[in-house]
């Protein structure tokens, strides 16, 4: 497999930028906070746990993660083309992937935005319940209730986890852990990086060309 990680703090923009990057459906998209996110919405065990630890901001334990990864590989061709988004966050699970020769990771691109962009871009976030969109209240004021711009599905709403308060603890924990993260990938010499802070169709040319 061909696996590109996105690493890079909570709204640095890996979601949007792995959505788009696998719209063509050539490439896959794991959001491993999406797949808990779909967890806690269907009831199930993993989602029970899950809703703990996301909604105080804090990361589930690596174990957990690492099963959740490894299951969702599992079925894939060895010819796929895969984008990480949310894992790894531990040098734990960057080892985890690593052991396996089929999940080794070819390269793992930060992506790199101001602090105080981030606090913004988070807490004026709402996304759609059906499709999964992301809108921000300067462009798309929010109202309850008000239906999608993409698919004029359900309702928008706030994550929980969006709040300012869990905002400002998702980034602190974002830059414990990143660090690590970085010497690793400097180390094992896959490391990229791209400016996050540009218009988004900048950002998706600068990753395909860092991708080719
Ligand atoms: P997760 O869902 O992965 O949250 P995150 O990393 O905090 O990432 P976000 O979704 O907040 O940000 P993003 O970088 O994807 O930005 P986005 O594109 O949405 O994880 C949630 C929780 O799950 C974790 O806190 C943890 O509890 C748990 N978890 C998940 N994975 C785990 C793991 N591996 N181990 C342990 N626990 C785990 O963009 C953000 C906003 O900005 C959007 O509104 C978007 O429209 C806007 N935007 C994007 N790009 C631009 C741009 N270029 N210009 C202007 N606005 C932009």
Known sequence: MRITVFLGAPGSGKGTQAKRLAEDGLVHHFSTGDMLRAAIAAGSDIGLKAKVYIDKGEL???????????????????????ILDGFPRTVAQAEALDKSPRSRVSEAIMFEIPEDIL??????????KKC????????????????CQDCKGEFLYQRTDDSIDVVGKRLAIFKTQNEGLLSYYSRVGNL??????KQVDLIQKSLVDLMS
């Not at 990229?192 to 802070?197: E, L």
């Open 119 to 128: 606090v913004k871009r988070l807490t004026g976030r709402r996304v759609c």
């Open 192 to 197: 990229k990086k791209i400016d996050a802070n």
């Open 132 to 147: 999964g969109s992301s809108f921000h209240v300067e462009f798309m004021p929010f109202e309850p209730g008000k239906s």
């Open 60 to 82: 589930l334990p690596d174990d957990v993660m690492i099963e959740l990864i490894n299951k969702a590989l599992k079925p894939l061709p060895d010819s796929s083309k895969v």
